[in-house]
T-cell receptor
Framework: GNSVTQMEGPVTLSEEAFLTINCTYT??????LFWYVQYPGEGLQLLLK?????DKGSNKGFEATYRKETTSFHLEKGSVQVSDSAVYFCALTTQTGANNLFFGTGTRLTVIP | KAGVTQTPRYLIKTRGQQVTLSCSPI?????VSWYQQTPGQGLQFLFE???????NKGNFPGRFSGRQFSNSRSEMNVSTLELGDSALYLC??????????????FGPGTRLTVL
């Protein structure tokens, strides 16, 4: 089946610290991988994506590399800001032609000044 | 371009009632998907509609149903509400009907509370 396992939170970091949120997956076929972010009181926003092995998705200083050999898609940012405080979700879709996303449990990040 | 809109934003119902939630996708998008978000189960896929046809369905009981209109607007209905249906219901639209890497745009959600 399809599933996403995400690093348990919450994560609290000081401003300018390095961020890693681990994400591993199990999928039938060859999935596309996503990171979504949810700010308080809002819906989900796509942060970045990767559609094939060794692809690196990047946006707003965040990066994640699609590692097929380790079935992972870890999110990283070199220097976090207070405004990055949010819940981060790793997700996948498969190549079945359907639009259903399989989500991880989410990781709450709090960045303190 | 306006984003995905969902109405109402908040809803309070009692057990046994039914509820209808509405979603208007981004103009030009033909696919609408619905998700349920709860603290215990996280984000779970409910169903997807494309060109007025349900294309895919998650593992939810028949009390959860939906439809899509010719203008791509979608509604989901929950009948005989249970306490466990309390959740944030998110709608997402996309231009394409599926396929690898297709981006979905999410609305702000409808917060349903069942008393």
């Amino acid at each position: 089946g399809n599933s996403v396992t995400q690093m348990e939170g919450p994560v609290t970091l000081s401003e300018e610290a390095f961020l890693t949120i681990n994400c591993t997956y199990t999928a039938t076929g060859y999935p596309s991988l996503f990171w979504y972010v949810q700010y308080p009181g809002e819906g989900l926003q796509l942060l970045l994506k990767a559609t094939k092995a060794d692809d690196k998705g990047s946006n707003k200083g965040f990066e994640a590399t699609y590692r097929k050999e380790t079935t992972s898609f870890h999110l990283e940012k070199g220097s976090v800001q207070v405004s990055d405080s949010a819940v981060y979700f790793c997700a996948l879709t498969t190549q079945t032609g359907a639009n259903n996303l399989f989500f991880g449990t989410g990781t709450r990040l709090t960045v303190i000044p | 371009k306006a984003g995905v809109t969902q109405t109402p934003r908040y809803l309070i119902k009692t057990r046994g009632q039914q509820v209808t939630l509405s979603c208007s996708p981004i103009s030009g998008h033909r696919s609408v998907s619905w998700y349920q978000q709860t603290p215990g189960q996280g984000l779970q896929f409910l169903f997807e509609y494309f060109s007025e046809t349900q294309r895919n369905k998650g593992n939810f009981p028949g009390r959860f149903s939906g439809r899509q209109f010719s203008n791509s607007r979608s509604e989901m209905n929950v009948s005989t509400l249970e306490l466990g249906d309390s959740a944030l219901y998110l709608c997402a639209s996309s231009f394409l009907g599926g396929g690898s890497g297709n981006e979905q745009f999410f609305g702000p959600g409808t917060r349903l509370t069942v008393l």
